[in-house]
């Protein structure tokens, strides 16, 4: 079923197994210095034994006031590449390809990253960081071509088998290629060829320094979807011109950093989104042309190469929450694969905090070894209560490892929050985590016991040497006066389905539970206010999602009262003050609370008293986020 995506292709002098690319992404695994770590080579270590064809590591800048991140790779001087030859010997021996991403950030960076005023073609800010670039002069310019074209060299002397020429998403390149953000008018700037100079001679220099043999692929933004930026008509003629200066394959992605949604979309963009840019830069070019962009599944990739539209596929996030997926779709083991839900909460969410990348669904990526699961010396009977991701992942490490496991969950079905997070418009794929989880609890033979409380009854009659709470958490209350007169149900409620919402309803609280409710309250024909005693909504939500999010709240109209603070609830409606001035909203129907949660450990006390060993996870520990929450039940199951 999956022919194309499992056939060799050529890139250059080097024959890629399969059609399945890992790109470049920013992790913060590397030290400061540039130089790899073992948390690095152990990463992709396990991309090679997952059986990607092709990987691409992330951005190694070409000097260090190129970088755009604490602790990303360097090859800009020669004591750096022993630490990086040994990431490529390791990717070697576990059958891996590897290339090399480089690049020089520009105006993409800040002075808390690199001590510095940033570079750039012309002193104008990028909108996203916003600090003043200081303009380069002919002689930089001449010297950082030189200096991409060492660093090639050095990637090549690293063992790595190509390089990538990171050409997009507004870096400095990017910058030098665009009137958005190239205002010059020397040799530099001013038309089309002057713009497109500075990544001919960087080719150019990288072929006389790292040899015609060395392939290289150059990554674009077919669209900057920005203001003035390029489109895919500017790029059609540019990749023609790459062709002609040697390059080996195009890599077309879109964006900037003023379009950053657009990098690193969320799951309200469609699968496979910008896959007609690739098609229109293949039209005009002979090279293998790469794809990317929210594509995370197999036939996905499968359907874009019958269609023609490009040669390979690039799976960045797909490979993060499951680093085995081509070797599991090769076997056939498509229920086994762990997808990629666009959470963004441990990916862009952690990288635009200068963190380490995470995953929620794969809470062992960026910790390979220290995560590895092995059998248990002692067999143990584990009994968990509470059936949400802390809970159900709590099972699933504890029974790899050979315990025996039953998880009680007092619902009919599973999932627990996460299950209710995946109701609300662009986050149906939520649900295929908890799917994943319920396939791998019934493999590994966990004993499930739904709409079954787990009771101190029964934990003193069947004697099991370990409990794990993981309850989660239960909504907060709501003190107003006049309540008795309305109609109230809780955010949980109204996503469950278990009440009835009238037309006309009012949400309390703005945090991110409080406007998902809205938004599927409105996409399902209710008229909707939410009220916020805060200056905005939804500010505990990851940017690129809160962005479609607030974008889906405007067209369904709803009306956001933010610095509203609920006085009073009445049949007229709501009493808010805002600015020292009283109004009242409605009336309504309903009122939806959504003012935060608190964790339900009740059990704790009472199983902790019968001597049992006690673990709690998730929710019912301190109420955080799935990302943690997951992370935390891993960590459980490979303590018992």
Request: charged share 20%.
């Amino acid at each position: 079923m999956l022919q194309r995506i499992f056939s060799p292709i050529e890139i250059g002098s080097v024959t890629i197994p399969n059609r399945l690319v890992v790109p470049a992404m920013v992790m913060n695994y590397c030290n400061t210095d540039g130089t790899a770590t073992e948390r690095y080579s152990a990463y992709h270590e396990a991309k090679a034994r997952g059986g990607w064809g092709l990987i691409i590591t992330e951005d190694y800048a070409v000097n260090p006031m190129g970088k755009g991140f604490p602790n990303i790779p360097g090859l800009w001087e020669d004591s750096q590449i022993e630490s990086h030859r040994h990431v490529t010997e390791r990717v070697h021996n576990a059958g891996g390809i590897l290339f090399a991403q480089i690049y020089h950030c520009g105006r993409q960076t800040s002075n808390r990253v690199i001590g510095c005023r940033p570079v750039a073609p012309s002193p104008i800010p990028c909108p996203a960081v916003k600090e003043m670039p200081r303009e380069l002069t002919v002689p930089e310019i001449h010297r950082l071509v030189e200096e991409f074209g060492d660093c090639a060299l050095r990637a090549r002397q690293a063992g790595f088998d190509g390089i990538e020429v990171h050409g997009a998403h507004g870096y400095l390149i990017a910058q030098f290629l665009s009137s958005y953000s190239n205002k010059r008018t020397d040799a530099y700037g001013g038309n089309f060829l002057n713009r497109l100079r500075f990544s001919i001679e960087i080719i150019e220099n990288i072929r006389t320094k790292a040899g015609d043999d060395f392939p290289v692929i150059f990554r674009i933004s077919a669209d900057e979807m920005v203001p003035g930026g390029r489109t895919i008509e500017d790029t059609k003629a540019i990749a023609m011109m790459l062709q002609d200066a040697g390059v080996d394959a195009l890599h077309v992605s879109v964006g900037a950093y003023g379009s950053g949604y657009a990098i690193i979309p969320p799951g309200a963009v469609g699968h496979g989104w910008i896959t007609h840019w690739a098609e229109e830069v293949k039209k005009v070019v002979a090279l293998p042309v790469i794809t990317v962009g929210r594509i995370t599944d197999p036939f996905i990739a499968e359907s874009i190469l019958a269609s023609g539209a490009a040669d390979l596929i690039a799976m960045g996030r797909a490979s993060l929450a499951d680093p085995a997926l081509p070797r599991k779709a090769a076997a056939g083991r498509y229920d086994d694969i762990n997808a990629c839900i666009a959470c963004m909460q441990g990916c862009q969410g952690m990288i635009a905090a200068y963190k380490p990348a995470t995953c929620l669904v794969n809470p062992t990526l960026g910790k390979e070894k220290e995560s590895m699961i092995t059998a248990a010396e002692t067999k143990k009977k584990v009994f968990i209560a509470g059936g949400g991701p802390a809970g159900m992942e709590t099972a699933m490490v504890a029974a790899l490892r050979g315990h025996e496991v039953h998880l009680f969950e007092e619902r009919q079905w599973l999932g627990g929050q996460l299950y209710l997070a995946a109701i609300p418009p662009a986050k149906g794929e939520f649900s295929g985590f908890i799917r994943w989880l319920k396939t791998r609890l019934d493999d590994l033979g966990v004993q499930v016991h739904l709409s079954r409380t787990l009771t101190e009854e029964q934990v003193r009659a069947d004697t099991p040497d370990v409990v794990v709470i993981a309850t989660g958490s239960i909504a907060r209350s709501l003190a107003l006066p006049g309540m008795e007169t309305a109609s109230f149900v809780t955010a949980q409620d109204a996503l469950e389905g278990t009440v009835a919402v009238g037309r006309r309803t009012a949400v309390i609280g703005g945090g991110s539970t409080g406007a998902e409710t809205a938004a599927h309250l409105a996409h399902h024909g209710k008229t909707v206010d939410i009220f916020e005693m805060l200056p905005h909504i939804a500010s505990d939500e990851e940017a690129t999602t809160r962005r479609f999010l607030l974008e889906m709240l405007a067209e369904k109209n709803v009306r956001i009262h933010v610095n509203a603070i609920v006085k009073e609830v009445s049949r007229d409606g709501i009493l808010i003050e805002h600015a020292g001035m009283r109004e009242t909203c409605g009336p309504f129907d309903t009122v939806v609370t959504a003012v935060g949660s608190k964790p339900r450990n009740e059990a704790v006390e009472r199983m902790k008293s019968l001597g049992v060993e006690v673990i709690v996870v998730g929710d019912a520990s301190m109420v955080r986020n799935a990302l943690e929450a997951v992370a935390e039940g891993y960590r459980a199951g490979l303590s018992i």
